[in-house]
C-alpha cells in the first residue's frame, strides 16, 4: 500500500448510504455498518460510520476479531455498555477498543449524540516515523524523502488546487 500511487476516493454526499434503527441514523462513507455497505473502493478494508443517536438510542457495531475501532464523540453524550458495565462518554471523548471481536454497544444519553466510528485491521508492520512520513522501516523512510525531494510524488489526477497549491476537496 504504501508504494501504490496516489488515488482519490470520492462519495457525494447524497450517495453516502444510510440507514434509520433502533433511533440512530447511521451514515457509512467507507465499509460496511448494519448491512450497509459504502459505494467507495478502498485498497484496503477499513470502516468509517458516522452515527447520530437519539437519546436512550442504541448503536451496534459487530467487530471482526481482529479488527481495532475507535469513536470519537463530537456532539451530546453517550453510554458505552460492555461486559463489565458501563461508562459514559462525554463531548470529545475517544473510545478505542482492542482486537478480539466483539459487539460495540453505545447508548444515547441525556442530548442528541453523534460520533464517528474508525475499525480497521492493524497492518502488522513496524511503525517509522518522520516528518509526514510513515512507513515500515528507516530504509523505507530514506527512499521516500529521497523520491519527494526528486518530485517523484506524483500528483493526485483531477485534483483542483487553490493559488496557494492547497487541494480543494469538492
Known amino acids: 500500500l504504501k508504494f501504490m500511487p496516489p488515488q482519490i476516493v470520492?462519495?457525494?454526499?447524497?450517495?453516502?448510504?444510510?440507514?434509520?434503527?433502533n433511533?440512530?441514523?447511521?451514515?457509512?462513507?467507507?465499509?460496511?455498518?448494519n448491512g450497509v455497505t459504502s459505494p467507495a473502493k478502498l485498497p484496503y478494508p477499513v470502516r468509517l460510520v458516522d452515527v447520530t443517536l437519539q437519546p436512550d438510542a442504541t448503536f451496534e457495531?459487530?467487530?471482526?476479531?481482529?479488527?481495532?475501532?475507535?469513536?470519537?464523540?463530537?456532539?451530546?453524550?453517550a453510554v458505552f455498555e460492555g461486559a463489565d458495565g458501563e461508562a459514559k462518554i462525554e463531548l470529545y471523548d475517544v473510545l478505542a477498543t482492542r482486537p478480539g471481536g466483539t459487539t460495540l454497544r453505545i447508548r444515547g444519553g441525556a442530548k442528541t449524540a453523534r460520533f464517528v466510528l474508525f475499525a480497521g485491521n492493524p497492518i502488522g508492520e513496524p511503525i517509522v516515523s518522520y516528518g509526514p512520513f510513515v512507513m515500515s522501516s528507516r530504509e523505507d523512510i530514506m527512499k521516500v524523502m529521497n523520491d519527494y525531494r526528486q518530485g517523484k510524488m506524483g500528483a493526485l489526477d483531477g485534483s483542483t488546487y487553490d493559488a496557494k497549491g492547497n487541494l480543494i476537496l469538492t
Open 23 to 33: 433511533s440512530a441514523l447511521i451514515r457509512v462513507p467507507l465499509g460496511t455498518s
Open 10 to 21: 470520492h462519495v457525494d454526499v447524497a450517495d453516502i448510504p444510510k440507514i434509520e434503527k
Open 61 to 77: 457495531q459487530e467487530l471482526t476479531a481482529a479488527e481495532n475501532c475507535f469513536i470519537y464523540l463530537f456532539e451530546g453524550d
